[in-house]
């Protein structure tokens, strides 16, 4: 059995079987002399051969007046012209608004050839949009006037059909696929002595839908306006052509009112329907009935509905995460249109063979998005972009790419969508992944999950650490990479195996205090943090290092607590907060497009440029962040890569600023600030040193750290003096390409001669360098360590850029 006959079968196949049973219920229930049951072409004709198929099974009755409705659409609008001329018109000049009036024209008059040939179509007249039918048919034109005299024979038949068809029934119940009720509500307000109900496989109040009808548009599997995780009949509303292909024959849509003067147009189309033929397309069809004529043949009503469950979860699993098997067996045949258009749409395009160049294109234009997405994408990446076409941001749980079942089965972790997904990415660091996971444990707020991204490290000692650790085993998810992917692809790995309203970092490597969820969670549920985006709180630096497999602290200090507010700006000269402190709203990380996997350091700090061009991120004033850091001893396994790898924090500050403006720069003005947030690093550390008639032009806030040093000035002038004497004398300048600082350099300007040079700046008198090397012990380490000379070398070219006090 191929896929597609398993899938028709096995899961499309129960899914019918109750669809019929709730026919079957509402017409016993709604039966009565009064009522006229019928089964609406063209769809009814294949519906009817289900139900018919369906009554074959000794354990229901049905001794209904039920009979087919050979009507589309188009007849309709065409029938209750007569009644409600606004209504019949708005329907077709809305099928027809962003095409001229000429196609309307060909579309409508498609049977009749001959009204077509009196019409000189080619005049400029008929180039007129569609939107203008409603007032265009009123006009002079031949045309016009031919459209009104065939609307007004067309509605008259109507009322000859109608009336043949109900007879003295004062309560009609249409039959059909689905979805709103279209037909039923014109025929409700052109016939209101008649009671219109509708009986349809679910219902979808799109944009347009007549809510005075409500009540009777029956969706009997479903109502609802999106996919709900957990209702899962729901997914239909992501992929309802499965059904409409279904039940749709192989013939023409039933376009002229089987009556009157239109009979023989109308009966040739109604042949066709009556004796189609199937095609290798309409495997699920053929399926339904087979499973109707065999396993559902004698099954009651209990036995219909608990295969029903047990089939709708797994069809609710491939429309909204196929695989791309599955999105092939279900690709169905084209959906062909009505109102008089000879076209066909696909419900999937081959990217092989479209004619769109483009996958966002594709899927954009799909009929079945989520199908288009398998065909485009493969694994994580493709269960993501399903669920964010499905809408699961903020209604539906997750499934794990690495499996075939539903996540249920796979994560046992909480029965309803967490708030917070936890990132922590791992690397061969067990004895900082078990205090990581202490820190989770010990939150006070519960409801998140913990993901946890071994990227290409030891499997068992990550085991090891979950089976020993203090968190609800149904709150963790671990992802195993085999080689490691990097630490922003570790990231957007973690964050793509999750479903959540907020997202955290917490490297295996920090802490946070317990009530960090807690109050950040609380902070962005409430009406002030309602508008940002995110959130950090204050944080504190704890400088330690790892020495015979111990964690040894040596101190803490307040790290960057000169924050309280987060610009753009601001944050363009420097990352102002790690990973650990910022908690924000899941939708800015797809907005943003996740982190940027080509910078191999500074991916956080990219990140948080392209957040804030999105939204606002807050600051609570209390430290309940830790940002640990080893910066003594040499155990390089647990190095950060703040203090192991600054070189590649200085290479690529510039990589990352310029691939920034190159991302959003043509889009966004405000990725601009890139280029002035360097300048802005000058600004922070310089400003108090600005002098003469220039210092009054300028103006620092008062959280910043440069407004706080009196010795600015006078260190830019220690500094200035030892470059120059250091560098060639002044008549040697030209030939060697350097240039003297001049009184006036920036302490950016500075930095780069001083780091071009490899130029050692001796500490002036007034600089107390045992006093700096004690308070900031990872510089001691460094200057230790040889990789930097000396402690004012370092608050040159990095503490005053940092924050740290002289």
Known sequence: MNLTKEIGYTVVGPIIQRWMLGINQYINYLDGPETKFLFCARAGVRIKKLYEKFLENENFHDSSNRGMFWVSRISVAKGVYRHKPDVATKIISKEYANEPIRNLIEGVFRHHPSRLADLDLGLSEYMAHGFN????????????????????????????????????????????????????????????????????????????????????????????????????????????????????????????????????????????????????????????????????????ITQIIANYDSAIKEAARIIVHPSRDEAMALLGKARSADFGKSVTVP????????????????????????????????????????????????????????????????????????????????????LLLKRAALSVANQSYADYIWVIVNDGGDLLPVLNVIEESLVDRRKIVLVHNETSLGMEAAS???????????????????????????????????????????????????????????????????????????????????????????????????????????????????????????????????????????????QTAYTNSVVGGISKHEEFAAVARNEFVRQYGKSDYGALTAVFGYYITDIRNRIGGIHGKHQHQHQVSPNSPASHDPHDDADRKWVILNINKAQPRRNLFRKSGYSPITANSSWQEIGEVLRQRKIIIPPPQNFDEQGYLKKNSDVANAVDLGRCASGFQHYILHGKREGRRR
């Not at 009986?199 to 009997?220: E, N, Q, T």
């Not at 092989?352 to 990446?381: C, F, N, T, V």
């Open 492 to 634: 957007n790995a973690g964050i793509s195996h999750s479903k959540s309203d907020y997202i955290v970092i917490h490297d295996d490597d920090d802490s946070w205090e317990s009530a960090f969820l807690e109050k950040t969670v609380s902070f962005m549920a409430s009406a002030p943090g309602n508008r940002y985006g995110g959130v950090i709180t204050q944080t504190t630096y704890v400088s330690e290092e790892i020495r015979d497999n111990t964690v040894i602290e040596h101190r803490r200090q307040p790290y960057m607590d000169w924050v309280r507010n987060v610009q753009i700006a601001e944050m363009a000269a420097g990352n102002i907060f790690p990973p650990i402190a910022f908690l924000y709203k899941r939708v800015y990380w797809n907005a943003v497009g996740g982190y940027n996997e080509k910078l191999p350091v500074l991916g956080d700090w990219y990140f948080n440029m392209a957040f804030l061009l999105q939204g606002d991120i807050a600051v609570i004033t209390e430290p309940l962040a830790n940002y640990h850091h080893r910066d003594r001893g040499s």
């Open 347 to 430: 419900v999937l395009r081959l990217p092989a063979d479209s004619e769109l160049p483009s996958s966002e294109a594709r899927i954009k234009h799909a009929l079945w998005q989520e199908g288009q997405i398998a065909l485009e994408y493969e694994g994580a990446m493709a269960r993501e972009l399903q669920a964010q076409a499905s809408g699961q941001e903020t209604i539906a749980s997750y499934f794990d790419p690495k499996a075939s079942g539903p996540e249920e089965e796979l994560q046992p972790t909480c029965a309803e969508r967490p708030s917070v997904a936890i990132i922590t990415r791992t690397k061969n660091r067990p």
């Open 133 to 300: 039918f409603p007032g265009w048919i009123q006009g002079p034109t031949p045309a016009s006037v031919s459209m009104q005299d065939y609307l007004k024979r067309s509605s008259e038949a109507f009322d000859g059909y109608l009336e043949e068809t109900l007879g003295d029934c004062t309560r009609a119940v249409l039959i059909d696929s689905g979805w709103q009720g279209s037909m039923q509500s014109m025929l409700s307000q052109a016939y209101p002595g008649i009671a219109w109900k509708g009986l349809y496989f679910g219902r979808i109040p799109m944009p347009g839908f007549d809510h005075k009808i409500a009540d009777d548009v029956i969706g009997i599997l479903f109502q609802s306006e999106k996919y709900r995780s957990g209702d899962y009949a729901t997914a239909f509303v992501r992929h309802r052509h499965m059904i409409e292909a279904l039940v749709e024959p192989n013939a023409p849509s039933i376009e002229e009112v089987p009556f009157g003067e239109f009979s023989s147009v109308a009966n040739a189309l109604i042949d066709k329907n009556v004796h189609e033929t199937y095609a290798e397309h309409d495997e699920l069809f053929e399926c339904a009935m087979d499973y109707l004529s065999t396993t559902g043949k004698n099954a009651s």
